[in-house]
Nanobody, 123 residues
Framework: VQLQASGGGLVQAGDSLRLSCAASGRTISSYAMGWFRQVPGKEREFVATIDWSGYHTYYADSVKGRFTISRDNAKNTVYLQMNSLKPEDTAVYFC?????????????????WGQGTLVTVSS
């Protein structure tokens, strides 16, 4: 499966962005998905995850209440709606697919990764 993340860009603090992760090659409808982010020189960190059905989600404390992960299995796509963006949200955002139905916070449980999309939030 190939994952293509898009929607990143340069925004100001307080603005919103919606990232998309389109899958091709194979369906992602039977798998949990996640978003991670990475700042150069730092470890990749968990942002949000969603189970196969879309009913169960989990967020990092740093984004809880501001970000929303969702999925459209008919479109083979996962989204990350990011509101009230802060400069500390600046990072390359990656989408990834697990090999399981239930969501996961652990990057080691994700077997396919997209190429990343850059989000830059200016103060």
């Amino acid at each position: 499966v190939q994952l293509q993340a898009s929607g990143g860009g340069l925004v100001q603090a307080g603005d919103s962005l919606r990232l998309s992760c389109a899958a091709s090659g194979r369906t992602i409808s039977s798998y949990a998905m996640g978003w991670f982010r990475q700042v150069p020189g730092k470890e990749r960190e968990f942002v949000a995850t969603i189970d196969w059905s879309g009913y169960h989600t989990y967020y990092a404390d740093s984004v809880k209440g501001r970000f929303t992960i969702s999925r459209d299995n008919a479109k083979n796509t996962v989204y990350l709606q990011m509101n009230s963006l802060k400069p500390e949200d600046t990072a390359v955002y990656f989408c990834a697919r697990t090999g399981r139905l239930g969501y996961s916070l652990q990057s080691s449980e994700y077997d396919y990764w997209g190429q990343g999309t850059l989000v830059t939030v200016s103060s």
